[in-house]
């Protein structure tokens, strides 16, 4: 960890979205604190980079995530 993935719009914004990253599943330890974090960075208007990460003592196994992507409301 920390693990990265670059995001593709299938068609650009016309300017940069709103993105909404949230967990969709964990395996973790039961003998440390979890600690993750799941955000968005680079945001652009034809992609981003999703990046999970943990820190500290925890044993994460697995970790997975959905986004959503929305243009900005004027």
Sequence with gaps: ???ERNIKFPSKFEEEPVIAVGI???DAAQ???V???AK???VT???FTLRLETWS???LYCLGANWMACSKFS
Aim: aromatic share 10%.
């Design 31 to 33: 003998d440390t604190n």
């Design 45 to 47: 208007k034809s992609g």
């Design 35 to 37: 600690r993750v974090n």
């Design 40 to 42: 968005a960075t680079g």
């Design 24 to 26: 969709r599943y964990m």
């Design 57 to 59: 003592n925890t044993k």
């Design 1 to 3: 960890w920390p693990v």
